[in-house]
């Protein structure tokens, strides 16, 4: 063998290498989406209803936000099927779980797109409206797809912060976990059989996105980490408090509840707090869904959650702090919106947006409106 031909076969076997990684990763890939495209949603995540949490309160404090009702005007309708990057046949048939912010002169709508209703394998899309009434549904979708070997079971739930022009795009990844964390939880309180992360993606332009990896550590999150919740203003911008860009964790991490703190947005640091602890003749919580400060000039904020009543019913509430003291137990006040992906004020409104009560076979999100007391 020549001395030219085993330099060229050196070259080529990295790339047989890549290739064939790529190969199996893609074929991972597929077999996952054949496991989310089969699977039958359950009764209660089929019939979730937006308004069933957030268009009655029992109670209406001055400061709850809401109750809310449908925008009939403003339903974006997903009509095409996206661009498939790892060619698997990857197809979605619900959309749901949105993040809604105006910036650039526009109402811009990140969603999340699954073979089913809240199955895995998801990935992330973005969408834009210049009036509130027309969308566009961006070329570049999806513009978060899976790419990292922690993310073999898809990218959901958008939540998106602007920050100086720079858009911060918060994300949960799925993924398999190690067989020796699946073997060290087993028969535990928390056993892992997926692994949950919550990742980071920036752009200053909507369409090209970096990934920044996981935000929590995996000594703190247990390998499971979801609903990572950034107090931010009614434009979408996330806030300061007592000097720092403030992360509320409520499901994971070993059952405890964490806030993470930061100075730039990109690097968190983490402390044990439970900051919402509920009576269990309230419920159990699941998972925190929105955070809003800075909107009454009072220098409170409402947190939005999620709970299972004692009867198991799914249900939501609001619960209120002051800034300077988020580990003090809070004022709750039953009913809330479950947006994950925040609420925002528009043209003189609150705002959310969710996909629950699309038709069946429909692609649609509809918005909800309430109004802003003063």
Known sequence: MTLSLVMLLGRLLPIVERVSSLNAYAQTHREA??????????????????????GNYPAEPEWAIGPFSREEGMTFRKTRQWRDPMGIGW???????????????????????????ESLCSRIGLAWSEDGRNWTDSPSNPIIHPTEPNETLGCDDPKIYVLD????????????????????????????????DICLATSDDLTHWEKRGAVVPYGVSKYWAKAG????????????????FTMFVSEGCGGQQHIGRSDDMLNWEYEPITYLPLDPAMGRLHEVACAVTDHDGSGRLVLDFFYSAPDGAFSAAQALYRCDA?????????????????????????????????????????????????
């Open 33 to 54: 989406f054949l496991r989310a495209r089969a699977a039958e949603p359950s009764p209660v995540i089929r019939n979730l209803s937006a308004l069933a949490f957030s």
């Open 91 to 117: 197809e979605s048939s619900s959309i749901f779980n949105p993040s809604l912010v105006e910036a650039g002169g526009k109402l811009l709508l990140f969603y999340r797109a699954a073979p089913t209703k």
């Open 165 to 196: 022009g720079r858009y911060y795009l918060f994300y949960n990844s799925a993924w398999d976990p190690p067989a020796a964390v699946k073997t060290e939880t087993a028969g535990t309180p928390f056993p892992i059989e997926l692994a949950v």
């Open 229 to 244: 919740v950034l107090a931010r203003n009614p434009r979408g911008e996330p806030v300061r408090i007592n000097g720092r």
């Open 326 to 374: 988020l580990s003090v137990p809070p004022a709750i006040n039953r009913g809330g919106t479950l947006s994950w992906g925040g609420l925002i004020q528009y043209r003189g409104r609150w705002l959310y947006a969710q996909g629950w009560d699309a038709p069946p076979g429909r692609e649609e999100i509809h918005c909800y409106s309430a109004s802003v007391k003063r």
